[in-house]
């Protein structure tokens, strides 16, 4: 029980440590690329804190169990837009630019009605599985196309060209400018990007740890199995969580928007897609309601982040209400 304790405690530790840290290099990466926030936190952040429900439904899938792996996937979308957009909100308003809720918003939406779609047939099928999975290439293909044509990318570049100096004659002290800021962003970036994914290794570790210790103190502590279950799911949700409030602490609404947004793209199309494809045709004993209730909570999300550009605090509260209401009738 001591060492469930402690175990809880370093985890906790690390996971808020190295959020943080994950979080600062990912605002500068995006800085000195001048590449808009929420493309970083989608690929990168959201993608890479996806790793845990990546691995969970993936090991589920090659033994057999589906339905776990499909029920781990509709979990973690559910809690994405209400525990940890919820709590991000509460700490501070996210703003949300109507651009991006359309666009990137709105593939998100279509990533999970259509993997509600291939469940509600109740035996997804190989085809399907594939079809989801090619669907995550051309999401992430049409993020990184909006993200060069984002304002910020744009402005970002006027800028860099507003302070060269003029090309009468100048030609050489152009080049060696050039040279000079190319090399310093190239060890700027690389030495960002090296830290953001030790630290984002460290937060899945972390997240682990911090899981493990909670599930063996609940053990102990003799709490029902329903709670530690309860526990559990959320679990895979932490480095998504972590992240989010870094974020949120950060005042860097768009990171987490893009976290929320990419974790939901990945697990619905490419986590789905690949644990269907490799246990295809296996009945998903999944009630729909269960399904209805994870699509709702992303359409209210939607809903509170398009009506007035950002997500409030009241708005927070609100999805985590939903959250407390998704997990009593799961479990």
Known sequence: MIVDGVQAVVGLGLLVVASDRMVRSTIRVSNALGVSAILIGAVIVGFGTSVPEFLVSGLASLEGNLDLAMSNVTSSNAANVTLVLGVAAVISPVAARRGVIRREGALMIVAVVALAAVLAGGHPRLWQGVVLFAGLVGATTLMTRWAREDPEFVLAELEELAELPDGD????????????????????????????????????????????????????????????????????????????????????????????????????????????ALRPAVLVAMTPGVVALMVAAVFAAGFFAFSGQRVVRLEGAVLLAGFVAYSVVLY
């Open 169 to 276: 004659g100048n030609e050489e002290a152009v080049e060696r400018l050039v040279e000079g800021r190319l090399r310093r962003l190239r060890s700027e970036v690389g030495r960002e990007l090296l830290i953001g994914l030790v630290a984002l290794v460290i937060t899945l570790v972390a997240a682990d740890q911090l899981l493990d210790g909670a599930v063996g103190l609940g053990t102990h502590i003799g709490l029902s199995a329903t709670f530690i279950g309860l526990m559990t799911g959320v679990g895979t949700s932490l480095p998504e969580l972590a992240a989010a409030v870094a974020a949120s602490r950060h005042g860097e609404g768009d990171l987490v928007l893009g976290n929320v947004l990419g974790s939901n793209i990945f697990n619905s199309l490419g986590v789905a897609g690949l644990a269907i």
